[in-house]
């Protein structure tokens, strides 16, 4: 399964809490404060060289005035180019049996395997 691009992702959050904290009128010590980050963490998450954490991500919408989906790029009605990069897995299209019986084979040995898929290929044949 792929995994979204971490660094195209704090490149968002950073662009959007920059512009944010501009069109406040803010300074960068300023938001750093209110979000509880030292100024020179604050300012690696502004140039996108971070992600903030969880809670700091709530506070930071609080400080700033902004929904969490402005800064992860989920209310723009379109696909962020972050996540456009990373592909649902197969296993989303398959029903909710199939994905069910997939996670108990997984966890069974080769030899149990091996018989599962003897049974299998019989049912089918009828």
């Known amino acids: 399964m792929g995994q979204p691009s971490t660094g195209k992702l704090a ?3 950073g662009e959007i809490a920059r512009q944010a904290r501009l069109r406040a009128g803010l300074t960068q010590a300023d938001v ?14 502004e ?6 954490s969880v809670p700091s991500l709530r506070r930071l919408c609080i ?3 902004m929904p969490s989906d ?10 962020p180019t972050w996540a456009a990069e990373s592909a649902p897995p197969e296993e989303f299209d398959e029903s909710p049996e199939l ?16 018989l599962i898929g003897l049974v299998a290929a019989a049912l089918q044949k009828r």
């Open 11 to 13: 490149a968002n959050v």
């Open 32 to 45: 750093a404060e209110r979000v509880g980050l030292a100024t020179e963490v604050y300012g690696r998450l």
């Open 47 to 52: 140039r996108g060289r971070m992600l903030p």
């Open 63 to 65: 400080a700033l005035r």
């Open 70 to 79: 402005t800064f992860l790029g989920l209310n723009t009605g379109e696909v």
């Open 99 to 114: 994905r069910r019986l997939m996670r108990t084979l997984r966890k069974l040995e080769g030899s149990q395997l091996k």
